[in-house]
């Protein structure tokens, strides 16, 4: 304590006799180190607090978008409108993830199996709420996860709306021949002006997914009801 009171006052000494600008390239010059160790630990110390906070908040919807190398579905931003859109309150998320992509050409091979490794984890944790990927991708996880029947979820005036759109597939457990739990983006908000060829991009949803009222509204969201004429 003694050596610190000591610097102290020397310093402070050096400083009075400055004028400010010469004060201002003082402290950059001599203590530019400690400043920079400051700012990392504060903005670390902020990064902490913000991951504690947002995993005390309720998860409401969650979501994955892949192969999205255009931005048609900007993850953040949708958060924010989606956020509005169901009226969330300050307890409550939506986490959506638009850093994933699947190539099932042997391209990308590491990204590829990341991609594919938290699709499924999160799946097989009932933590996930629908992926949205290109029609090949689609088809492909199509093949061995089993879909949600939207047909019993969806308020039937919504289901009979979307019915152009929606996608049956095979049913893996076999218990009936089809099940629509696919959703076909060409005309939804986000693509019907990008000019891309029917069947670009798919939205599926599987079995086990947690949040199905709050599902529900978010393709409502994605199928804006047009105005009259």
């Known amino acids: 304590m003694e050596r610190l009171r000591r610097w102290r006052d020397r310093e402070g000494e050096k400083l009075r006799g400055m004028t400010l600008p010469k004060r201002i390239g003082y402290v950059f010059?001599?203590?530019?180190?400690?400043?920079?160790?400051?700012?990392?630990?504060?903005?670390?110390?902020?990064?902490?607090?913000d991951v504690v906070i947002q995993n005390q908040k309720e998860t409401v919807l969650q979501g994955f978008f892949t192969n999205d190398q255009r931005d048609y579905f900007p993850a953040a931003r949708l958060q924010r409108d989606v956020a509005d859109h169901l009226?969330?309150?300050?307890?409550?998320?939506?986490?959506?993830?638009?850093?994933?992509?699947?190539?099932?050409?042997?391209?990308?091979?590491?990204?590829?199996?990341?991609?594919?490794?938290?699709?499924?984890?999160y799946i097989s944790t009932a933590s996930l709420d629908f992926v949205v990927t290109t029609g090949e991708v689609y088809?492909?996880?199509?093949?061995?996860?089993?879909?949600?029947?939207?047909?019993?979820?969806?308020?039937?005036?919504?289901?009979?709306?979307?019915?152009?759109?929606i996608d049956a597939v095979p049913d893996p457990a076999g218990e009936r021949c089809s099940v629509p739990g696919a959703i076909e983006l060409s005309q939804s908000r986000f693509l019907q002006d990008a000019g891309l060829p029917e069947g670009s991009y798919y939205l599926f949803v599987p079995y086990n997914a947690?949040?199905?009222?709050?599902?529900?509204?978010?393709?409502?969201?994605?199928?804006?009801?047009?105005?009259p004429r």
């Open 29 to 49: 010059t001599y203590y530019k180190g400690w400043m920079l160790g400051f700012l990392v630990l504060a903005l670390f110390a902020g990064y902490a607090a």
């Open 210 to 227: 947690p949040h199905v009222q709050a599902l529900c509204q978010f393709i409502q969201y994605c199928f804006p009801e047009q105005p």
């Open 87 to 121: 009226g969330l309150d300050g307890g409550q998320r939506i986490i959506f993830d638009d850093g994933l992509y699947v190539d099932l050409h042997g391209e990308a091979v590491e990204y590829t199996a990341a991609s594919n490794g938290k699709i499924i984890a």
């Open 139 to 165: 088809r492909h996880f199509a093949q061995d996860v089993p879909l949600l029947d939207l047909s019993q979820h969806l308020p039937a005036d919504v289901y009979d709306r979307l019915a152009p759109y």
